[in-house]
């Protein structure tokens, strides 16, 4: 059996420099397969677009998907919080889910995207609002905005 010298440290500095370093390189890794994957998307969709303008029917021969996780537990709240308390004015939920969207390299412009975080982002806020942790108001045109509670 080989044997195993002491440390020559006292502290963890070296491991938890590994172990930072390696934390980073895997965040960068899964907002690089986040944006690939988004982009794959698009294109299938732009295909199916085209094939639709030439007549073609297109098939949805897509194996069956469960709900695509894009937050952990949290995270879309801890998103919706941080940009209301940085916002200067209250927001609707689609310029909120724009916002986060943009700020986690997915594309605003993917529309069923967008209306799947409106959607996402408007049932968080009501539950941030029984919270507490939001407020709600009306703007100008009688549309619902929020801000941060904190704000108001």
């Known amino acids: ?9 006292a502290t963890f500095e ?9 934390r980073v390189d895997l965040l960068a890794e899964e907002v690089r397969l986040h944006e ?9 969709a732009a295909i199916d677009r085209v094939l639709r ?3 073609y029917a ?9 709900r695509e996780v894009l937050y952990g537990m949290g995270q879309l709240t801890r ?7 940085v916002s200067d004015k209250p927001l609707a939920p689609r310029e909120l889910a724009r916002v ?7 594309d605003p412009q993917d529309r069923k995207l967008l209306d799947e975080h409106t959607r996402r982002v408007s049932k968080t806020l009501w539950g941030l609002k029984v919270r507490g942790l939001a407020h709600a108001s009306k703007d100008d ?7 941060s509670a904190s704000a108001c």
């Open 14 to 22: 070296h491991t938890i420099s590994g172990l930072l370093t390696k």
């Open 141 to 147: 045109d009688r549309k619902t905005v929020w801000a």
């Open 100 to 106: 986060i969207l943009i700020g986690d390299g997915l």
């Open 36 to 44: 690939r994957i988004g982009e794959i998307k698009n294109d299938v």
């Open 53 to 55: 303008t030439f007549g």
């Open 79 to 85: 998103a919706i919080l941080n940009t209301l308390r």
């Open 1 to 9: 059996m080989a044997r195993m010298d002491r440390a020559r440290t």
């Open 58 to 66: 297109v098939e949805t021969e897509y194996a069956p998907r469960r």
